[in-house]
């Protein structure tokens, strides 16, 4: 990656890239972080906005349980009203008269003619008044008392249908709404709720479909004297009378273009936009997937239980526009009223808030861009400073590095050459230290034997000694033993002999020490005079030996002169005695000295062993030294090798 490049080039490019990763790391979390805040936000915001509608048709159907308890308050008020009114007007009673009515099932609006007695209140009959400007008793009375709607129904059978006789209630053609009446059994074969219970002595309140339109009701049974049930009576108010609820559900608006609508078990608008709609049928409308949606909102908000919202989410094509649109509706049901009360907008409109996020958060990784860019070009320009600054201390430190390298080269070059001519030089010495050693154990040997001689010389020269004594009391007692001159000349002639061939064997060895301490150098100087010592020592000797001999001789020869010459023989054996005894002494030094010199010489042997040994590692140490050289000498060059990179690194491949 890096190859060819500057070493100001690979620090900018690695600061550049050490502040990019954190840079693009962070501008990766905050994308994250943003869209899951924007994911958080959206699924935030429909929620928030599903609990708005939620609470909004919860708040209807509070409301209009409210205003079903005020309604149910106010029929049972009217009920009683209602009930006082006609005791007052007179106990109910059927007249022996009949009249024949054209019964209307206001459920299936089937016709039928019947004839029933008359039903009385005292003595006023109920009548059979269809005109609003004509009054009706009890049911007009009521209503100037306290308004709402009152009828008298009459016992059409024993079925318990109950027909309308007399009623402020009106029609669509504005008559008065009389000839219709109430099945005991509805289509569906169902028992009518309503007579269900009145015809059960009980008084019915609730929601019932009056002649064209659905009331808030209340109904009860009416008797005669002898208690049985021969109709009902009626007060009620129709749930449009609720205005104020009503305009309260058009006021109330859903983001842009929501609204809040009703409507019935069947699909029937209850309640619409605006109130332009209501009373319009919507069972089979369909959505933009051709789904029946209100037919599925009614099913889903009948079977929801108690207290729980439903939820439907359609696609909806508005005229004019070129492509469906989500829309969710949330939902309650009113029983009581058989009410579906919705709450509904379009999904886009609940993510105002989601947009804005999205723009704050485009707004930000811009911010973030821009700041980044800067942050980058900032830290260019330092890094840019920095590494050139960096780059040119480097190269300093590479031409300081070089130039010690090749001085290192040189100088470990040379300990090389020292140390290998050192280590020649160790092993010609070690050889001649083997040598020497050779020599001195040589020199060892003949030391030892020279004291042996010597000690030999020693016990002979004491023996000389003793026959000098002797020949002295024999040159004494030389007159008498006269005859025994010859045999003791020969004896003396042969250790004389002896002595000169002793001398002559001392001389040798003396010369030969004295050759030897001279190759052994300053160490055998000492030996060397001592050796000359009993060189000189020898000579002498041999010389008076022969100078004995000679006398001998001439003992032999003038045997006749002997006892003249017996006094110069004695005091020359005198002589003798003494110079063997000096002899003696001389040998008995000589052998001291070759034993101290055999044990010098054992010394510088070993001293020679070990310095041997010191030569040859001083040898084996000057190889590894000369070998570590060469090493350094290696390691030098892979320095200026690197040197030589490092600098094509600080000052590039152009660099000449």
């Given at each position: 990656m890096f190859r060819g490049m500057t070493l100001r080039g690979r620090m900018l490019s690695t600061g550049l890239a050490l502040l990019l990763v954190p840079l693009a790391v962070i501008f990766g979390v905050v994308v994250v972080s943003q869209v899951r805040m924007r994911e958080a936000t959206s699924q935030e915001v429909r929620k928030l906005a599903v609990q708005d509608l939620d609470h909004l048709v919860q708040g209807i159907e509070a409301m209009c349980l409210t205003q079903q308890a005020v309604l149910e308050d106010a029929v049972i008020d009217g009920l009683a009203v209602t009930r006082a009114t006609l005791a007052r007007t007179g106990a109910p009673t059927l007249g022996s008269e009949t009249v024949s009515w054209s019964a209307v099932n206001q459920l299936t609006k089937a016709a039928s003619t019947v004839d029933l007695p008359r039903l009385m209140a005292g003595e006023t009959w109920l009548g059979q008044n269809a005109e609003i400007a004509t009054?009706?008793?009890?049911?007009?009375?009521?209503?100037?008392?306290?308004?709402?709607?009152?009828?008298?129904?009459?016992?059409?059978?024993?079925?318990?249908?109950?027909?309308?006789?007399?009623?402020?209630?009106?029609?669509?053609?504005?008559?008065?709404?009389i000839g219709t009446f109430i099945p005991a059994t509805n289509p569906d074969g169902q028992p009518n709720p309503v007579l269900k219970s009145v015809l059960a002595g009980q008084v019915y309140r609730g929601r019932a479909f009056v002649v064209d339109r659905w009331y808030v009701t209340a109904y009860e049974p009416i008797r005669d004297a002898g208690g049985t049930i021969v109709g009902m009576s009626y007060f009620g108010v129709p749930l449009e009378s609720a205005t104020a609820l009503r305009q309260s559900i058009m006021d109330v608006k859903v983001g842009q273009t929501g609204y809040v609508y009703v409507l019935d078990g069947k699909g029937n608008y209850v309640v619409s936009k605006d109130g332009k709609r209501d009373g319009e049928n919507l069972w089979e409308a369909k959505d933009a997937d051709g789904t029946a949606f209100i037919q599925e909102i009614v099913t889903k908000a009948k079977a929801l239980p108690d207290g729980q919202v439903g939820e439907q989410v359609y696609p909806w094509l508005n005229k004019g526009e070129s492509e469906a649109r989500n829309k969710i509706a949330r939902f309650v049901y009113f029983e009581p009223w058989d009410w579906v009360i919705g709450a509904g907008a379009y999904e886009e409109e609940f993510n105002v808030a989601e947009a804005a996020v999205a723009a704050h958060t485009q707004?930000?990784?811009?911010?973030?861009?821009?700041?980044?860019?800067?942050?980058?070009?900032?830290?260019?320009?330092?890094w840019f400073l920095v590494s050139g600054r960096i780059a040119r201390q480097v190269g300093h430190v590479a031409d300081t590095l070089s130039a010690a390298s090749a001085q290192v080269d040189v100088s470990s070059g040379e300990v090389a050459i020292s140390s290998q001519t050192l280590a020649e030089g160790a092993n010609q010495q070690a050889a001649s230290l083997q040598e020497v050693n050779a020599?001195?154990?040589?020199?060892?040997?003949?030391?030892?034997?020279?004291?042996?001689?010597?000690?030999?010389?020693?016990?002979?020269?004491?023996?000389?000694?003793?026959?000098?004594?002797?020949?002295?009391?024999?040159?004494?007692?030389?007159?008498?033993?006269?005859g025994e001159i010859k045999s003791s000349s020969d004896e003396t002639a042969r250790i004389l002999k002896t002595i000169d061939e002793i001398a002559f064997q001392t001389n040798l060895l003396a010369l030969n020490a004295a050759v030897e301490a001279a190759r052994a150098g300053e160490a055998g100087r000492g030996f060397a005079v001592v050796a000359e010592e009993v060189r000189n020592l020898a000579q002498r000797s041999a010389e008076a030996?022969?100078?004995?001999?000679?006398?001998?001789?001439?003992?032999?020869?003038?045997?006749?002169?002997?006892?003249?010459?017996?006094?110069?023989?004695?005091?020359?054996?005198?002589?003798?005695?003494?110079?063997?005894?000096?002899?003696?002494?001389?040998?008995?030094?000589?052998?001291?000295?070759?034993?101290?010199?055999?044990?010098?010489?054992?010394?510088?042997?070993a001293a020679m062993t070990r310095l041997d040994h010191v030569t040859q590692g001083t040898a084996a140490s000057a190889e590894e030294s000369a070998a570590a050289g060469q090493d350094l000498q290696a390691q030098s060059r892979a320095v200026a090798a690197a040197v030589e990179e490092l600098r094509l690194l600080t000052e590039g491949a152009n660099h000449s």
């Open positions: 009054p009706s008793p009890v049911v007009d009375e009521v209503r100037d008392l306290i308004g709402g709607t009152a009828t008298i129904f009459q016992r059409m059978n024993d079925s318990g249908d109950m027909l309308r006789v007399c009623t402020n209630v009106q029609s669509k053609d504005g008559k008065r709404a707004r930000t990784l811009v911010m973030i861009g821009i700041a980044s860019l800067l942050s980058l070009l900032v830290a260019g320009a330092v020599s001195m154990a040589q020199i060892l040997s003949t030391t030892r034997t020279n004291a042996e001689s010597a000690d030999r010389t020693n016990g002979l020269a004491g023996t000389a000694a003793d026959a000098a004594g002797r020949g002295v009391e024999a040159m004494r007692n030389l007159g008498r033993v006269m030996a022969r100078s004995t001999d000679s006398l001998i001789q001439k003992a032999r020869q003038s045997s006749d002169q002997g006892v003249v010459a017996t006094g110069d023989v004695g005091g020359i054996l005198e002589e003798i005695a003494t110079g063997v005894t000096s002899v003696r002494e001389l040998v008995g030094q000589v052998a001291a000295a070759s034993r101290q010199q055999a044990q010098g010489v054992g010394e510088i042997t």
